[in-house]
Nanobody
Framework: QVQLVESGGGLVQAGGSLRLSCAAS??????????MGWFRQAPGKEHEFVAA????????YYPDSVKGRFTISRDNAKNTVYLQMNSLKPEDTAVYFC????????????????????WGQGTQVTVSS
């Protein structure tokens, strides 16, 4: 059983920063061979892809909406993935979810929610103007 637990959300003013964490747990489970992603969902909207990092950590991918502002990273020794969010805007307000693509050593990065098999419960990020 894989569990993903996000933390680090909160209320921040526009232009501010937050760092989200996603800790994976499960009996002997390690994230080290899996692509990890972050998505967000605003009220009344679909899940939106935010960032992903390859299992090796050598590749990251971002949509244009967050490129240059958000950075995804991973610490496999801690079984944790991070999302550093800078220069936050009110339109970044959403519930943020981390997700795991349960295909080991995947080549390439998937950006659709349906490609990810395990999800956390989400953490709220609110950016005030």
């Amino acid at each position: 059983q894989v569990q993903l637990v996000e933390s680090g959300g909160g209320l921040v003013q526009a232009g501010g920063s937050l760092r989200l964490s996603c800790a994976a747990s499960g009996r002997t489970f390690s994230i080290s061979t899996y692509t990890m992603g972050w998505f967000r969902q605003a009220p009344g909207k679909e899940h939106e892809f935010v960032a992903a990092i390859s299992w090796s950590g050598s590749s990251q991918y971002y949509p244009d909406s967050v490129k240059g502002r958000f950075t995804i990273s991973r610490d496999n020794a801690k079984n944790t993935v991070y999302l550093q969010m800078n220069s936050l805007k009110p339109e970044d307000t959403a519930v943020y979810f981390c997700a795991l693509d349960h295909s080991p050593y995947r080549i390439g990065i998937r950006t659709t929610a349906g490609s990810y098999d395990y999800w956390g419960q989400g953490t709220q990020v609110t950016v005030s103007s």
